[in-house]
């Protein structure tokens, strides 16, 4: 413990330091994910996750192979990529929005409707 | 004889034409092309016949020609489908009848079908009835023979029911196409048997009387009859369901439901004596290795005969009354096949058949055409709607007259000589049959005159429009077929048909001849004395034999008959069983997979939330879960 704040003070921050941020962020997001209803607050959530990871390739790539590009790269790709799947999921939500005049994910139960769903296979069956 | 091909295709083209551009176009040009196809069709065909009956018989005796014959389906090297055209007498003398009658049939649609509902389609049925049955007669193979004997009975099936909004005409082409399906049946059965055992469908190899081909059925036996009789009598019930023979003669009367040109065609001229020539066909089959069942075919032809000859005289619907005569003439052509032996003078039951086959053909849709030409000026079937006609429908009289005198046999008019050459076989083979067969002659005389004064003498009925004659198109036909039926019976016919192919010079058995002459005319006389002014005496007779007479009206309940047996016993206790089986032991295995299924799934299904957090959760609980598993153990 000694070393790491040593280290931190110094002027050189630990790999630790970094992985505690990004392990912190990626668990911010995944309790955001789990507990939140909104479904603007669960894709936040997602981004945050994501972001975690990018941190995560850049300061491997830093630490462990000095030099080298590919992390960055990762890290880049993934950053494109949240982004794509951020305008798709945002343009679901906002189809959703105009069917349901909600975001809520509690209210999303077009496809499992039980009482619906059962009074029709009896009708089939008879 | 490459062209003959065209006398199958032009119809078949002519159908699809006009099936295909249904009312696109106008009704003239729809009929317009019919006739002008079945016109160049009939000349075709009067062609081939000419040239056949000049050219064919060097030695005097007919050859077969096959001038076209493909395979069409091939299953191995001994069972294939072939279609063909074979060319010899019988199918001469039929495309000659079929195109005829045909062309008139026609014709004459053209002015009796005007402005109904349905005219292209109309003229597409009859040119594909006309290709079924042109088909049918040229067809060099049994199977090919039974492809087109169902065409025929799909496009009798189409215009009997081509009043298609009239329950009764629904009913009727229903009950046509059922009773000679269940016939057909038989006739698929009787084929497959045969072709088992001679390993052929031709009809070249099966008539050639080599008993080798039908080897394979020797000694083979079940129930007391030869295996060969059986498949006979198969094939013979096939044809007696399309011939309308007693017991399968109910669907023909209610036929009459279909415009009545369709009657002439189909339910007079051509296809009901499909199954006369069936036996034709199959003749020396029948006469060499079947005889017994050739005698059985005689004596339910006789029973057809007069059966239906008594029904008819009770009948008061027209073309009723020219239905059960229809039947009864072909009961006539049954008996001289059945009656007849194999050449030469033996022949002479055959000969007479297809003698009769082909006047009957004449003056029977002349019948017909006249009755439609009298149903048109007074709008209705019934007799007593009827009466003093003659004055306004002259040509339409006289050439029903013409044609009544032929049925009934007087000479100089066809039916006489057809009829006479049949009863002179009949007296050869069995002189009890050929006096029955004068009785029904004379009935046939009775009946018809009934029908005739009914039509055109007796009270005048008091109609709204007076009626007028048919329009000229209407009667062309009449008067052509009622030239035909003048002159058809000084045909030299034993020189064209016989079943072996030879020469046969039609001599007039005199005795014969003058008897049944003179039935006729004391039937024909009977008839006037009752029928020609109004008078009590039918109805003084009909009170006296009150009881016979209406079980005869009823046609001896045998429609009843069927009924009783279809619904009482057929559906209540064969049908009814069966459901219950189908309903409750099929239906209820596959219902109880299904429900064991759903109720499964339904006591499961509380696990698919379709909550994507709760999933989420699951999926880190069991990630955490696994890790620390590794982790620590």
């Known amino acids: 413990m000694g070393e790491f704040f040593s280290k931190l003070f110094s002027g050189t921050i630990p790999l630790e330091a970094y992985i505690v941020v990004s392990l912190i962020m990626f668990f911010s997001g995944i309790y955001g994910f789990l507990s939140r209803k909104s479904l603007l607050m669960i894709l936040i959530s997602i981004e945050l996750i994501l972001n975690s990871i990018d941190i995560n390739f850049a300061v491997f790539n830093r630490y462990l192979y000095p030099g080298n590009m590919e992390g960055f790269f990762f890290a880049l790709f993934t950053i494109a990529i949240s982004a794509c799947e951020t305008a798709v999921a945002i343009a679901i939500v906002i189809n959703i929005y105009r069917n349901l005049n909600n975001v809520e994910v509690d209210s999303m139960t077009e496809l499992r409707e039980p009482s619906a769903n059962e009074t029709e296979i009896k009708e089939v069956n008879e | ?633």
């Not at chain 2, 002349?366 to 006609?389: D, W």
């Not at chain 2, 002659?441 to 009775?446: D, R, Y």
């Open chain 2, 1 to 633: 004889m490459q062209y003959t091909l065209l006398i199958l295709v032009l119809p078949l083209l002519a159908f699809v034409v006009l099936g295909l551009v249904d009312s696109r176009w106008k009704a003239r040009t729809a009929g317009t092309i019919g006739t002008t196809v079945m016109g160049i069709v009939a000349i075709l065909a009067y062609y081939t016949a000419w040239s056949y009956f000049t050219t064919a018989n060097p030695g005097g005796v007919y050859q077969k020609f096959i001038p076209f014959q493909m395979e069409w389906m091939k299953f191995s090297d001994q069972l294939h489908i072939d279609l063909g055209i074979l060319i010899d007498p019988i199918s001469v003398m039929m495309l000659v009848v079929v195109s005829t009658v045909s062309l008139m049939v026609h014709i004459y649609s053209l002015r009796y079908m005007e402005g109904e509902k349905g005219f292209e389609r109309y003229y597409a049925f009859l040119s594909l009835f006309s290709f079924s049955m042109l088909g049918l007669v040229v067809a060099t193979n049994i199977f090919q023979m039974y492809i087109f004997w169902e065409l025929v009975g799909v496009s009798s099936y189409l215009l009997i029911g081509f009043y298609y909004t009239k329950p009764e005409a629904v009913a009727a082409s229903k009950k046509a196409f059922i009773i000679t399906r269940f016939a057909d049946l038989f006739f698929l059965i009787g084929i497959f048997l045969l072709s088992y055992y001679t390993r052929t469908f031709d009809f070249d190899v099966l008539n050639s009387g080599n008993a080798t081909v039908f080897a394979g059925t020797a000694g083979l036996s079940f129930l007391g009859l030869s295996l060969m009789n059986w498949i006979m009598a198969l094939i013979f019930i096939g044809g007696a369901g399309k011939s309308a023979m007693f017991p399968m003669h109910i669907w023909l009367p209610d036929a009459m439901e279909g415009p009545t040109p369709v009657s002439a065609l189909i339910h007079a001229a051509t296809m009901v004596v499909a199954g006369v020539y069936l036996v034709a066909r199959l003749f020396p089959v029948y006469y060499f290795f079947a005889p017994e069942v050739l005698h059985g075919i005689a004596y339910i032809g006789i029973f057809t005969a007069l059966f239906s000859a008594v029904i008819a005289c009770t009948q008061t619907d027209i073309k009723r009354v020219l239905a059960y005569s229809t039947i009864s003439q072909i009961g006539f052509m049954m008996v001289g096949l059945g009656v007849s032996g194999m050449g030469g003078h033996h022949g002479l039951g055959y000969m007479a058949s297809m003698f009769h086959l082909f006047t009957h053909a004449m003056f029977k849709a002349l019948l017909f055409l006249g009755a439609g030409s009298v149903i048109h000026a007074v709008h209705s079937n019934e007799m007593n709607k009827m009466g003093g006609l003659r004055k306004y429908l002259p040509v339409t009289h006289i050439t029903f007259l013409i044609a009544c005198l032929a049925i009934a046999g007087i000479p100089p008019f066809s039916g006489f000589f057809s009829k006479d050459e049949i009863l002179s076989a009949a007296f050869e083979f069995n002189p009890y049959l050929g006096s029955l067969l004068i009785f029904i002659a004379g009935l046939t005389a009775f009946y018809m005159f009934r029908l005739y004064y009914g039509i055109f003498w007796t009270k005048e009925y008091k109609h709204e429009h007076i009626p007028h004659e048919s329009p000229l198109a209407m009667l062309l036909p009449l008067i052509f077929l009622a030239l035909v039926t003048v002159f058809a019976g000084f045909i030299p016919f034993g020189k064209f048909v016989t079943n072996d192919g030879a020469d046969y010079h039609i001599h007039i058995d005199l005795v014969t001849a003058s008897v049944s002459v003179a039935v006729a005319a004391v039937a024909i006389a009977i008839s006037t004395i009752m029928y020609r002014k109004e008078n009590k005496i039918s109805d003084r007779i009909v009170s006296s034999f009150s009881v016979f007479f209406k079980i005869v009206v009823h046609k001896f309940y045998i429609d009843e008959l069927y009924m009783f047996i279809t619904k009482k016993i057929v559906f209540r206790l064969i049908s009814a069983p069966i459901a219950w089986f189908d309903r409750t032991l099929v239906n209820g295995t596959i219902n109880s997979f299904a429900t064991v299924t759903q109720w499964t799934s339904l006591q499961i299904k509380g696990i698919q939330t379709g909550r994507v957090q709760q999933y989420a959760f699951v999926f880190l609980l069991s990630t955490l879960l696994i890790a620390a598993l590794i982790i620590f153990i």
